[in-house]
């Protein structure tokens, strides 16, 4: 109980703290996002007009910075994170919401499978150390994971896209014949349009978790405790999942916690190179439109999900291995 308290101070005191920064960095920037708004006009609107678009986007430089920063963490309390430039006249809250599901279905469906496959060939791997599959494995997921996974995205496009014409290589659906709803047709145009990305990320980043779950078992494997239940004859199969595994898949389920985190982050080249919806691209749309509003709450929602998923992998953690309650 102690241990999760700490945790959860601790989490408490980061997010505060990259919350102020976020509250900081767009305010020490020169200008505003009035001023951006008013620059794509290109002088066509007068001085009235950017008092009004800094009073819609929040920007008030009568009021003190503290008073400024208060009226900020209402805003979060609240879900009101101004309008955004690029997407005017809609709100911050729904341009993300209706961006967020893509990657998560995308991105997270996929980082979650990367692990749970390249975390049992790393353990099946490490137990059968030195036959056919440990000797294929290695080297060549040692080149996949060292390929970038847009190149990848492309060769896929060229491939089945252009070439074969087997799978459709932009867009997340198909705008112009079908219609989002909760249909058998639209489900498959989704399932359609996400393999070729999906398969893109799966090949660069499997091999990362079945190269670092291979060699922590490999160091588990020579651990006493395991000796022990070899003499003890206890099954293989039983050593290899309660003993071995269940300890080597520690520093793997911290890295797949940091993952999961940044998920929300979504893969932004990939979904640049197959023009998919999500939040990466959205990202990427708002720096180069210098998208103030939209930055910000992007910035502050990858930073709380990485926040969040640390505190789980920390606690997670705590519970397969009582030792580190101990030493936290």
Request: proline residues 5%.
């Amino acid at each position: 109980m102690r241990f999760a308290l700490r945790r959860l101070g601790f989490f408490v005191l980061t997010l505060w703290a990259a919350v102020t920064l976020n509250f900081l960095l767009p305010r020490l920037m020169p200008g505003n996002p009035a001023l951006a708004m008013m620059s794509k006009f290109h002088g066509e609107l007068g001085p009235g007009a950017l008092k009004a678009l800094d009073i819609l986007f929040g920007v008030n430089t009568h009021k003190s910075l503290p008073a400024q920063y208060f009226s900020y963490l209402h805003q979060i309390a609240t879900g009101n994170f101004g309008t955004s430039l690029d997407f005017y006249p809609a709100s911050v809250t729904s341009i993300i919401g209706s961006a967020i599901w893509w990657t998560l279905g995308l991105v997270g469906i996929t980082t979650i499978l990367a692990f749970a496959l390249g975390t049992g060939l790393g353990i099946v791997a490490a137990w059968r150390r030195g036959g056919r599959l440990d000797s294929i494995m290695p080297p060549v997921f040692v080149i996949t994971s060292a390929v970038p996974y847009f190149w990848v995205g492309m060769v896929l496009v060229l491939i089945f896209g252009i070439s074969l014409h087997w799978l459709p290589s932009q867009g997340g659906y198909y705008v112009s014949t079908d219609t989002p709803g909760l249909t058998l047709t639209y489900f498959e145009d989704v399932l359609s349009h996400a393999i070729l990305p999906a398969i893109s990320l799966l090949v660069t980043t499997i091999g990362t978790w079945i190269l670092t779950m291979r060699n922590t078992m490999i160091t588990t494997l020579a651990e006493d405790y395991v000796r022990m239940a070899r003499a003890k004859g206890l099954p293989g199969r039983r050593i290899m999942i309660d003993y071995a595994a269940r300890n080597a898949i520690l520093p793997n389920l911290t890295g797949f916690a940091m993952s999961l985190g940044f998920v929300v982050s979504g893969a932004i080249l990939i979904e640049y190179v197959f023009n998919y919806p999500g939040v990466g691209s959205m990202l990427l749309q708002a720096v180069q439109g210098e998208d103030y509003p939209l930055m910000q709450a992007l910035f502050l929602l990858i930073t709380v999900a990485v926040l969040l998923a640390i505190l789980v992998a920390d606690i997670a953690t705590a519970l397969l291995d009582p030792r580190t309650r101990t030493a936290g």
